[in-house]
């Protein structure tokens, strides 16, 4: 088979943690006395990391935060996330089957702006997390998404795991933003959208493929796409 690797985002792929984010965002922020609304997040934010967004909310509003400042910052929304995920499952309908399906075919990773302690606590609820080769997280690499680090990281991580030469080319990464395939693209993978964050037109142009959820994900189209490449 032509597709020799999966890469998968998580938050908005896998888990369904995108409206959690931005409840622990505005709940952290409003502590401090500052107003943040559901569209500037998703119009603005949400392809960055923890580190990436408060940054970047300090430069939108002329705010002078220390890297101290923005550490502790995300730290209370750490804490805030882990209480708005307590007692629940945060998987999207069918991602635990598309992941025991895919890992039965090819090596698959995760390449996240999500905090390494994040994905695992949802994977290991959901018994997951062995059907993956290699995680990287927020932690992993310094450059964040829109930038192709954290699937180059990850590409490198699953050689080093399964000891094949997998090529950009015969590996998919699957995505729910714009920000997300520009990264995967850069890192020269074949790129797949879900449509659990945006709608199909705002995927198009950097997605070779949109579907509707992963329940939807063949994995004989995926190897299409990589013969395709």
């Not at 990391?49 to 995300?74: Q, T």
Request: aromatic share 8%; charged share 25%; proline share 4%.
């Amino acid at each position: 088979m032509s597709l020799h690797a999966i890469v998968f985002d998580f938050d908005g792929v896998i888990a369904n943690s995108e409206p959690l984010h931005f409840r622990a965002y505005k709940e952290v922020l409003a502590e401090d006395g500052f107003a943040f609304t559901e569209h500037e997040y998703y119009t603005r934010y949400l392809g960055f990391d923890d580190v990436g967004v408060f940054e970047a909310i300090a430069a939108d509003r002329g705010l002078a935060w220390s890297s101290s400042a923005v550490a502790a910052l995300i730290e209370r929304k750490a804490v805030r996330l882990e209480a708005l995920e307590h007692g629940m499952s945060v998987l999207f309908p069918g991602a635990a089957a598309a992941i025991r399906r895919a890992s039965a075919a090819v090596p698959i990773a995760i390449a996240s702006g999500a905090r390494r302690e994040e994905i695992r606590r949802v994977l290991e609820r959901e018994q997951l997390i062995a059907h993956f080769s290699a995680i990287v997280s927020a932690e992993d690499t310094p450059i964040s998404k829109p930038a192709p680090d954290p699937y180059l990281r990850a590409l490198a991580q699953l050689r080093a795991a399964t000891g094949s030469n997998i090529a950009a080319g015969t590996s998919v990464a699957i995505e729910d933003s714009r920000w997300g395939l520009e990264s995967a693209r850069a890192a020269g993978m074949r790129t797949v959208a879900v449509t659990n964050t945006y709608e199909k037109p705002a995927l198009d142009a950097t997605a070779d493929l949109v579907i509707p959820s992963l329940e939807a994900m063949d994995l004989e189209v995926l190897a299409e796409l990589c013969f395709e490449g």
